[in-house]
């Protein structure tokens, strides 16, 4: 029985122009606890966020990185407010820029990624995207609270009890003014 070698960690700051010039590939995991923006956004993160990411330019020349990210986080269940399990992927397809116009040229199919100075917070960037693949409501695949606990008011309350209509006093007033005359 082998063991799979560890993957290493990624460098937290890039020089994406660099990393484009040698069309460098970058595979490894991000720590957990680098992700201060996921780890309140969720209940908590099983593991390390594994990357990997192919830096090239594409045929328009644009300085891109492509690639896949994947997690396992906790979120908190709408129905029962317990811990559910969520497996989490991101496709990756960033346009290297830096500037916001430069953003707005790069073809629609490529997330504009605006580098200032010489280098890129990568962690920041990859959280980013992180966030954006989260569910935005998680719940457990089964009926984890009985379907009887989502009735609003008690059954047959209604049928016994009229509810009492908020114009009739305006009828009644109404009805005492044409009455008068």
């Known amino acids: 029985m082998s063991i799979p070698p560890q ?7 890039i020089d994406a122009r660099k990393l484009v010039q040698r069309e460098q590939q970058l ?32 045929l328009q020349r644009n300085q891109m990185a492509s690639g896949h ?8 269940c709408q129905r029962c407010l317990q811990p559910v399990a969520q497996h989490v992927e991101g496709e990756l397809a960033w346009g290297f820029v830096w500037s916001e116009e430069q953003g707005k040229a790069l073809p629609k199919s490529l997330d504009p990624v605006i580098q200032e100075g010489d280098e890129l917070d990568l962690y920041q960037v990859l959280e980013d995207e992180i966030l954006l693949n989260l569910p935005m409501v998680a719940f457990h695949d089964g009926e984890c609270v009985p379907q009887e606990h989502f009735h609003s008011e008690a059954p047959g309350k209604a049928a016994d009890e009229q509810q009492e209509n908020p114009f009739k006093v305006l009828e009644q007033l109404k009805g005492s003014s044409s009455g008068s005359k």
């Open 7 to 13: 993957k290493t960690a990624l460098p937290r700051r």
């Open 27 to 58: 595979d490894g995991v991000v720590p957990s606890e680098a992700l201060p923006r996921l780890g309140e956004s969720v209940e908590s993160v099983s593991g390390d966020v594994v990357v990997e990411l192919t830096f090239s330019r594409d």
């Open 69 to 76: 990210l994947t997690l396992d986080v906790n979120m908190l």
